[in-house]
């Protein structure tokens, strides 16, 4: 759907908050419904799993949910072959605290629509005490000048986590649509962005929640990437226990 906020209506339940039931809350609404989802089940995954195709020692599922709220699953088979591995002792005693660095080269295929199609690719593992980094990057063959391509990287830090996902067609060299999810916690902050490129039009939301005084704060961003509008959320329980929202609008920030 076009993000693009519609005209705010001229009579708001309350000063500055947006009248339950406008086609505006409504979009609200069901952004933050595809927040929690996303917050619940991670918002994309790259599942292992035990490979039930010979030849292929390795079976990855990638599934995540589009701007729409529509889910989407990949399954890839492949083999990964190290080509680097370093490790940097520490200089105190303890050589379980220098870093480590190992570096695959990625083959195989991606099985979509009950098609396979070829897949290239490598991935990075950098570890050290209290902190690691994953970099995946692979390219999908859909032949005829057009493909894929799928980056995702994770680090872990003490107290923080961040993990970012990308997934771009391209045809005759030319970007065509693209989907990107990061998502960061980092002690009572937590920070959602999805972008969406399709049809040559950007969407773009923001989700940021933290802990202030004690008090949850909680803001949704939508628009274009360069316009849009920000949003103070309140959120109550209704008498069936259901999330209920409620909207002041706040400075864009993309």
Same mark, same amino acid.
């Not at 923001?206 to 909680?218: N, P, T």
């Given at each position: 759907?076009d993000?693009?906020?519609?005209?705010?209506p001229e009579?708001?339940e309350?000063?500055?908050?947006q009248?339950?039931?406008?086609?505006? $809350?409504?979009?609200?609404?069901r952004?933050?419904?595809l927040?929690?989802?996303l917050?619940s089940?991670g918002?994309?995954?790259?599942?292992?799993?035990t490979?039930?195709r010979?030849?292929?020692?390795e079976?990855t599922?990638?599934?995540?949910?589009?701007m729409?709220?529509?889910?989407?699953?990949?399954?890839?088979?492949?083999?990964q072959t190290? $080509?680097?591995?370093?490790?940097?002792e520490?200089?105190d /005693?303890?050589?379980?605290d220098?870093e480590?660095?190992?570096?695959?080269?990625?083959?195989?295929?991606?099985v979509?629509?009950g098609?396979?199609y070829?897949i290239?690719?490598e991935?990075?593992?950098?570890s050290?005490?209290g902190e690691?980094?994953t970099?995946t990057e692979?390219v999908?063959?859909?032949?005829?000048?057009?493909y894929i391509?799928?980056e995702?990287?994770v680090? $872990?830090e003490e107290?923080e986590?961040?993990?970012?996902y990308c997934?771009?067609?391209?045809e005759?060299?030319?970007l065509?649509?693209?989907?990107e999810?990061?998502?960061e916690?980092?002690e009572n902050?937590?920070e959602l962005?999805?972008?969406?490129?399709?049809?040559?039009k950007t969407?773009?939301?923001?989700?940021?929640? /933290?802990?202030e005084?004690g008090?949850?704060?909680?803001?949704?961003h939508?628009?274009?990437g360069?316009h849009g509008?920000?949003?103070?959320?309140?959120?109550?329980?209704?008498?069936n226990g259901?999330?209920?929202?409620?909207?002041i609008?706040?400075?864009?920030d993309?």
């Amino acid at each position: 759907p076009d993000v693009s906020v519609p005209e705010t209506p001229e009579t708001p339940e309350k000063p500055g908050e947006q009248p339950s039931g406008s086609p505006e $809350t409504a979009e609200l609404d069901r952004y933050m419904a595809l927040v929690e989802s996303l917050l619940s089940d991670g918002g994309f995954d790259f599942s292992s799993q035990t490979s039930d195709r010979e030849g292929y020692a390795e079976k990855t599922v990638i599934s995540y949910k589009d701007m729409s709220g529509d889910a989407h699953d990949y399954v890839m088979y492949f083999n990964q072959t190290l $080509t680097k591995s370093e490790t940097d002792e520490s200089d105190d /005693e303890d050589e379980s605290d220098g870093e480590t660095e190992e570096n695959y080269s990625i083959k195989g295929v991606m099985v979509i629509d009950g098609a396979d199609y070829e897949i290239r690719g490598e991935r990075k593992n950098e570890s050290e005490e209290g902190e690691s980094e994953t970099e995946t990057e692979f390219v999908v063959s859909l032949g005829e000048n057009r493909y894929i391509r799928v980056e995702q990287s994770v680090e $872990t830090e003490e107290g923080e986590s961040e993990q970012e996902y990308c997934y771009s067609v391209y045809e005759n060299g030319k970007l065509v649509e693209r989907s990107e999810f990061s998502y960061e916690t980092e002690e009572n902050e937590t920070e959602l962005k999805m972008t969406s490129f399709k049809d040559g039009k950007t969407q773009v939301l923001y989700f940021e929640r /933290e802990i202030e005084k004690g008090e949850e704060v909680i803001e949704i961003h939508v628009g274009d990437g360069k316009h849009g509008k920000g949003y103070i959320v309140h959120i109550e329980k209704d008498e069936n226990g259901d999330n209920r929202y409620s909207f002041i609008p706040t400075d864009f920030d993309d």
